[in-house]
């Protein structure tokens, strides 16, 4: 457990033993994430599914692993619900147990009832002024999943209409996909 308001170091967020909370490092801070809920958890587990299947011999997809960015000029881990780095950024060989050391190609967030498009798209913005190429912002209540890209523009996917992306070549998903696999409609 980490006291509100206590400043850390990178070094020392970084070396915070594991716990039932999982903490974002944002403004030297410990932030907690948002606890997820069974479509959080279910969306998590379809798209690390889906992914994992497509990323053979180009990757690796993790859910819940800490990236050291740099946001603002200032230390920044924050954990995205889903991530791939492609063996270029990161290569197969590497082995560590320790936070993903490079800015990914892609995150994905995953909507919670209590968080807005808005804090997404701000926090997309981050993402991108730290290296990461692709953000997709799963919403569970609309059934979609927005691609942001790093020129500020964005695209709303619903249904079957696939998400097609040089940076993932391959990829074929839709939302429908993700969202029948996780078993939501």
């Not at 915070?16 to 969306?43: C, R, T, W």
């Not at 997709?136 to 209409?161: C, E, L, M, Q, R």
């Not at 940076?167 to 409609?185: M, S």
């Amino acid at each position: 457990m980490v006291d509100a308001g206590t400043k850390l170091t990178l070094e020392e967020f970084l070396a915070l033993p594991e716990a039932d909370i999982n903490y974002e490092f944002v403004n030297g801070q410990a932030v907690p994430k948002v606890s997820p809920k069974e479509f959080h958890s279910m969306l998590t587990f379809a798209l690390t599914t889906l992914l994992t299947q497509w990323s053979k011999q180009r990757g690796r997809v993790r859910l819940e692993w800490a990236i050291t960015l740099k946001r603002q000029g200032e230390d920044w881990a924050p954990i995205p619900d889903v991530t791939y780095i492609s063996y270029e950024r990161l290569p197969a060989s590497r082995k560590r147990n320790e936070a993903c050391p490079v800015p990914p190609e892609l995150v994905i967030e995953i909507i919670s009832p209590d968080q807005t498009i808005k804090d997404f798209a701000d926090k997309a913005k981050d993402y991108f002024d730290a290296g990461v190429l692709r953000v997709w912002i799963v919403d569970p209540v609309a059934i979609s999943i927005i691609v942001f890209y790093p020129n500020g523009s964005n695209k709303i996917y619903t249904d079957t209409t696939p998400i097609l992306d040089a940076l993932l070549p391959g990829l074929e998903l839709t939302a429908r996909q993700v969202f029948e696999e996780a078993e939501l409609i």
